[in-house]
């Protein structure tokens, strides 16, 4: 079956940088576009990165300037680099993939990983 499992996530001061992971199995990974969500405490969950399964990123006004998303299609990767980190960051970082485009619907979700940004 298809899973999607994130890792890196962690305590960091406000300014500092983290890179996340996400490994996926059972699917045929390059056809995906993978995107990173954001659910900050008592918020809903949000786009805030993806790549395309042609290798184009979409930013978020939030992620512009701050965090990168790269792809390893032959280990079938996703990277979320977040540098200049903010205490809004704060919060459970899922990984997704989509045949479809960023704004579509996901068709599987990874369990999460949680960032915590100390100010």
């Known amino acids: 079956q298809v899973q999607l499992v994130e890792s890196g996530g962690g305590l960091v001061q406000a300014g500092g940088s983290l890179r996340l992971s996400c490994a996926a199995s059972?699917?045929?990974?390059?056809?995906?576009?993978m995107s990173w969500f954001l659910q900050a405490p008592g918020k809903e969950r949000e786009f805030i990165i993806g790549?395309?399964?042609?290798?184009?990123?979409w930013y978020t006004d939030s992620a512009k300037g701050r965090f990168n998303i790269v792809r390893d299609n032959a280990k079938q990767m996703v990277y979320l680099q977040m540098n200049k980190l903010k205490p809004e960051d704060t919060g459970v970082y899922f990984c997704?993939?989509?045949?479809?485009?960023?704004?579509?619907?996901?068709?599987?979700w990874g369990q999460g990983t949680q960032v915590t940004v100390s100010s």
């Open positions: 790549i395309s399964s042609s290798d184009s990123p």
């Open positions: 997704a993939a989509t045949t479809g485009g960023f704004w579509g619907k996901y068709d599987y």
């Open positions: 059972g699917m045929f990974f390059s056809s995906y576009t």
